[in-house]
């Protein structure tokens, strides 16, 4: 495998009247052998919830999960003591480590929370969970990558345990931008948030992902405004 390609109307679907998701891997009822993940990427759902619903307390235990709320906000509940409400233009980790257990509510009784939620397999097992939150300065990201997630402590991003970065860029029309990776035997998976770039010259539409495996460099153009999620993540554990 050198590439994938998911174009955004074959993703799997869970319409529950409360909850419409977009799965762009296996995931619950939507199973498709062919689509279990990238490298150790293994889940991008495209979730909106209803005001004043959500996902009741659940576990998970050795998984990095990651919410990137797109509009909206949600109310976040854990078993490790937390309370928090995570806006559009925050980032939410949960390191599940030797487990946890949580909740994520829409935070209005009026509007629908639409928000991405990740997971990455954890590098350490079984070590103690861990909770991160951060916000974003959105002009940090335009016609550049910004990382949001990083396996390095102490820098300006959120602490993952796993060598995986998450970036965000924002193109303007007619603009070009690079992407390096950080480790030359990860693979990257670009996902389009809105837009129609080009990607390693694959023409991408809205919510379209493109996993890269050869190369350490990806060009990407932007005939029109465009916004990109970039996920960086070993082939292999």
Not at 112 to 132: C, H, M, T
């Amino acid at each position: 495998m050198t590439q994938v390609l998911h174009k955004a109307e074959t993703r799997g679907l869970a319409d529950h009247g409360w909850l419409h998701s977009r799965h762009s891997f296996s995931f619950s009822d939507y199973q498709d052998p062919e689509r279990m993940g990238f490298g150790l990427l293994r889940v991008i759902n495209d979730d909106i919830v209803k005001p004043g619903m959500g996902f009741g307390t659940h576990p998970h235990a050795n998984m990095e999960i990651i919410s990137i709320p797109l509009s909206g906000s949600l109310r976040h509940q854990d078993s490790m003591g937390n309370k928090h409400v995570v806006s559009a233009g925050e980032v939410q980790v949960m390191s599940a480590g030797s487990g946890v257990t949580h909740s994520e509510y829409n935070n209005s009784e009026q509007d629908d929370v639409n928000f991405l939620q990740i997971w990455i397999f954890s590098k350490e097992q079984d070590i103690a969970p861990r909770y991160g939150q951060q916000r974003f300065d959105p002009q940090q990201r335009v016609n550049r990558f910004q990382t949001l997630a990083s396996p390095e402590k102490g820098m300006d991003t959120i602490w993952i345990n796993q060598n995986a970065w998450l970036s965000l860029a924002k193109q303007g029309p007619g603009s070009e931008l690079v992407y390096s990776k950080q480790l030359e035997t990860n693979g990257v998976y670009f996902f389009v948030l809105s837009g129609a770039p080009t990607i390693a010259g694959r023409q991408l539409a809205e919510r379209d992902g493109l996993g890269l495996v050869e190369g350490g460099e990806f060009l990407i153009k932007a005939d029109d405004a465009a916004e990109i999620l970039a996920i960086e993540v070993p082939l292999k554990s």
